[in-house]
């Protein structure tokens, strides 16, 4: 058989760095201001740090403005919606992301909610979700727009083919298996209530593993020559490892994500990218 093609998410997000920073920099020659992100951080949750400094690291290398929020754990609802309400009648803020998962006693839904869509460069408000799934212009949210962004750099068909999405999260799955519908696949969302999640599997061209459950799709559940996307983000001991069992798989991929260096650098790529279209659109 051929052998396993990479798909490599660093080297394809470098790339879309690369253009977002150069169209800054003709922003910043021809005096036209530069695209802002605000942050906001509720607490001291360490993963959501780690993820914060990055996507604050990678705003500053293509050279937008990033405007960092850090809330104290005990910020009450009220007082995180009038931060959004601020932001979203700030000028030189193109694009609010509010770090998620939020302190147990707020209302996340009704968070989100307050940004304003045209500012939502995260995808997960209502009106964006709602033209994702009506497949009107919306804001796609990060991570599936950064999957099918890698999926198409590579040439990966689509059309035609069966894919199986495990999970159904707001954030990845629900969203992945609507832009993979819209690209003519045919799709199947597994979750935690499916019986015989193999089945189905076994049966896919393309598989999208966002599960949360470290090394869950083995190399036995899956089809020889299928296109293996590997969402998950599980933090053991060893280090970092994905939702798929990368060695037992990687011979019977014909493309597979490594983690890290797939999904995860695409999301943040993403993220710039949604951002540089919020700021373009406020010309229009
Ligand atoms: P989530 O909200 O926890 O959702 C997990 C989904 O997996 C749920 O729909 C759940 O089913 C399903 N599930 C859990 N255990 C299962 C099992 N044993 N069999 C079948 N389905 C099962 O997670 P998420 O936010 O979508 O994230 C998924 C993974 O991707 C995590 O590891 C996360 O860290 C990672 N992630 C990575 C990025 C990135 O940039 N690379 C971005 C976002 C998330 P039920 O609905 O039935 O409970």
């Known amino acids: 058989m051929e052998r396993t093609g990479i798909l490599n998410g660093r080297e394809c997000s470098l790339r879309v760095r690369e253009e977002i920073k150069r169209e800054v920099e003709e922003l910043k020659g021809a005096g036209q201001g530069i695209p802002g992100l605000a942050v906001v951080l509720v607490g001291d949750d360490p993963a959501s740090r780690v993820y914060v400094g990055q996507k604050e690291k990678a705003c500053g290398e293509v050279g937008f403005r990033s405007l960092l929020y850090r809330l104290p754990e005990e910020t009450t609802q009220e007082e995180l919606m009038d931060l959004v309400e601020e932001l979203n009648g700030k000028g030189e803020v193109h694009g609010i992301l509010v770090q998620l998962p939020l302190p147990g006693h707020m209302d996340s839904e009704a968070v989100l909610e307050a940004i304003s869509p045209a500012k939502d460069v995260d995808g997960f408000h209502p009106v964006n979700m709602g033209h994702l799934v009506t497949g009107l212009p919306c804001t796609e949210p990060c991570t599936p727009k950064g999957i099918m962004y890698l999926l198409e750099s590579y040439g990966i068909e689509m059309e035609g083919k069966k894919a199986v999405v495990l999970g159904r ?116």
């Not at 935690?192 to 061209?205: F, G, H, K, L, N």
């Not at 053991?236 to 069992?245: A, K, P, Q």
């Open 169 to 284: 999260s707001n954030i990845v799955g629900k969203p992945i298996a609507h832009m993979l519908l819209s690209r003519n696949a045919t799709v199947t969302i597994c979750h935690s209530r499916t019986p015989d999640i193999v089945s189905y599997t076994r049966e896919a061209d393309i598989v999208i593993a966002a599960v949360g459950r470290p090394r869950f799709l083995t190399s036995e559940m899956v089809k020889e020559g299928s296109v293996i996307v590997d969402v998950g983000i599980n933090r053991l001991e060893e280090g970092l490892v994905g939702d798929v069992d990368f060695e037992g798989v990687k011979d019977k991929a014909s493309w597979i994500t490594p983690v890290p260096g797939g999904v995860g650098p695409m999301t943040i790529a993403m993220l710039l990218f949604n951002t540089m279209e919020a700021f373009r659109k406020t010309f229009e």
